[in-house]
C-alpha cells in the first residue's frame, strides 16, 4: 500500500456579469510584453461555483476537510499521490525547453503564446526562478483527482460502424474493436481533463477570448499534468503503431487498468467516497453521467455527448437536453393501487392498516426527475 505522507452549462458570460477579474485574482502571473493570456482567455462565474477557490492552499484543505476515518484514507492518498504530481511538473519546469522558454519570458518575449509555452501563463516568479501558481495548480490537481477516479464513468463502448467511420476503414478487426474501447485516447485525455480543471477553477471562457488560449492553456497544463499522473503511476500511457500498416497511423493511449498493484489497490480501495471530491468542492458531477433529482430539475446540462467527450454539445442541444431534464415522473396512482392490491395479497399482508398503507405512499416522491445527462 502507498503510505500516508504530509500533505458549465452556460455559455461563456459578459463583461458586466462578474465581479472579480482573473488580473486581480492572480496579478503574479507572468505577464511577458505586458500581457497574460490566462488573464485575456478566463474569467469567473457570476457565482463562486467552486469552494477550493476560496482557499490559498485547495489541495491542503480538500484533504483536512476530508477527515480521518477509515473510509476516506484511501481517497487521502490519492490526494498525496497528485500533490506529488504537482511537484513534479514544478521539477518540470526546470528542464532545458522550459527553461528557455522561461528565459525568453524573463526577457519580456512572449514565449506564452508558442504552443509549448500555453501552460507558461500559470507560472509566477519564484525567487530566482519560476513555479506554477500554488492556488491554481492545487485547484487544477483536485480536478485530476476526481477524473482519475471518475474519468471512465458512464464512457459508452464504440461499435464496429463507429470505429471504422473514426479509421476511415471498412472493416475493423476484433483485437482494432477492443483496442479502441479500452483506455481512451490522449487528446480525449486532455480535452476531459482540461474541461475538469476549468470547471474546478470555477471559471469561463471570456465571450471575447481566442480559442486557441481558452481550449489551449487548460489542455496544455493537463497535459503536463497527465505526463506527471504516469510517473506517478496513476496511469499508463503506451504509443502503439501495430495497426499503422492498415490506417496509416499510431495512436496514444492512456489507460487507467495497467497501474502499479499499490497504486490499484488505492483506487479499488477509495469505493463509495469517489464523488467525495467533487462534493467538497461544490462542484456537479460530470454531466455525462446520469443523473436522478428529487424535487426539482436536474439543472446541470451536458456540454459533450455521452458516446464521445471530444464532441462539444451544440446551443441547440443544450436547450433541447435542458427542456428534457425538466419533464417531471410523477406517481401513476392507479398502477400504484393495483402493486399494493397485489404485493400486500401475494405476501399475505392483506391485514396492513390504513395507516401503514397512508404512511407507503407518502414515501413515494409525488414528483421525481430522472432524465439523463448526457446527450
Known amino acids: ?32 510584453a505586458g500581457r497574460n493570456l490566462f488573464h485575456e482567455a478566463f474569467r469567473f462565474t457570476r ?52 527553461k528557455e522558454l522561461l528565459e525568453k519570458i524573463a526577457k519580456g518575449e512572449p514565449a506564452n503564446r508558442f504552443m509549448r509555452g500555453r501552460a507558461l501563463n500559470l507560472v509566477e516568479p ?18 485530476g483527482a476526481d477524473w482519475l477516479v471518475n474519468g471512465q464513468q458512464g464512457r459508452a463502448n464504440l461499435d464496429r460502424e463507429e470505429i471504422a467511420s473514426s479509421l476511415g476503414i471498412s472493416d ?26 476549468v470547471e474546478f477553477w470555477g471559471m469561463q471562457s471570456r465571450a471575447d477570448a481566442d480559442i486557441v488560449y481558452a481550449e489551449g492553456i487548460p489542455q496544455a497544463l493537463a497535459a503536463e499534468m497527465l505526463h506527471a499522473f504516469q510517473e506517478q503511476g496513476l496511469i499508463a500511457y503506451e504509443n502503439v503503431d501495430r495497426f499503422q500498416p492498415v490506417t496509416g497511423k499510431s495512436y496514444g493511449r492512456v489507460y487507467f487498468d495497467l497501474r502499479p498493484d499499490a497504486v490499484a489497490d488505492v483506487f479499488t480501495n477509495i469505493g463509495a467516497t469517489r464523488k467525495m471530491i467533487a462534493e467538497f468542492a461544490e462542484i456537479p458531477s460530470d454531466g455525462s453521467l446520469e443523473g436522478v433529482q428529487i424535487g426539482e430539475p436536474i439543472k446541470a446540462v451536458a456540454k459533450t455527448h455521452l458516446r464521445n467527450a471530444a464532441v462539444a454539445t451544440t446551443r441547440a442541444q443544450r436547450r433541447a437536453i435542458a427542456r428534457e431534464q425538466a419533464v417531471p415522473y410523477r406517481l401513476n396512482q392507479p398502477m400504484f393501487e393495483l402493486i399494493k392490491r397485489t404485493l400486500f395479497t401475494g405476501v399475505g399482508l392483506a391485514s396492513m392498516t390504513k395507516e401503514k398503507i397512508e404512511l407507503g405512499k407518502m414515501l413515494i416522491p409525488r414528483g421525481i426527475h430522472t432524465s439523463p445527462r448526457g446527450a
Open 47 to 98: 457565482e463562486q461555483s467552486s469552494a477550493l477557490m476560496a482557499e490559498r492552499n485547495p489541495l491542503r484543505w480538500l484533504d483536512q476537510a476530508l477527515g480521518s476515518s477509515e473510509e476516506v484514507r484511501p481517497l487521502r492518498q490519492l490526494l498525496r499521490l497528485v500533490d506529488k504530481a504537482g511537484d513534479a511538473m514544478n521539477a518540470r519546469l526546470e528542464l532545458p525547453k522550459a
Open 172 to 197: 475493423p478487426t476484433p483485437e482494432m474493436i477492443e483496442f479502441f474501447n479500452r483506455g481512451m485516447s490522449i487528446d480525449q485525455a486532455k480535452q476531459a481533463l482540461a474541461r475538469r480543471i
Open 126 to 143: 519564484k525567487g530566482e526562478s519560476f513555479a506554477y501558481h500554488g492556488q491554481l495548480l492545487e485547484a487544477a490537481l483536485a480536478a
Open 1 to 32: 500500500m502507498v503510505e500516508d505522507a504530509r500533505l458549465d452549462t452556460q455559455d461563456p458570460i459578459r463583461d458586466e456579469d462578474t465581479t472579480q477579474k482573473t488580473e486581480e485574482a492572480f496579478p503574479s502571473l507572468v505577464k511577458p
